[in-house]
């Protein structure tokens, strides 16, 4: 009895990293570092590790309800996640398992690092200055 209220309040305040530095357009390594924390004190990392299996051909024994667990802690993850970033990227990641959640937000941030990288890129081989793109 003791325990689980040791481990519910452990996780309680593991899960206020990340109600505080909620998930915006700089903070990816970050967030995703303290989800990573939040997670495997919550014994739910592995979802993160990989997609969600296809489903057994039977509904029956071990395998389904690894399965169906599997499944579950993936809505659960996914729904923390969202909780924990701003409005504006939650709106393209809705309905998606965690793990898949993780591939999409990589892209997202490669892409964003990408175009700034870019902007901030002298054209002129190194005089900044002359050569320097406008990306505002």
Known sequence: MMSNEIHRNSSFSLKSILE??????????DWY?????????ENKMYVLEGPIPEEPATTTGISCKTWEKH????????CLMLASMIPELQQNLVDQPAYD???????????QARHEHFCHTPTDGGNVGAGHVDCS
């Open 20 to 29: 505080k530095d909620k998930l915006n357009n700089s903070n990816l390594m």
């Open 33 to 41: 570092s303290n989800m990573k924390f939040v997670l495997r004190a």
């Open 71 to 78: 499944v579950d802690d993936s809505i659960k993850v996914s």
């Open 101 to 111: 959640m993780v591939r999409k937000l990589e892209e997202m941030f490669q892409q």
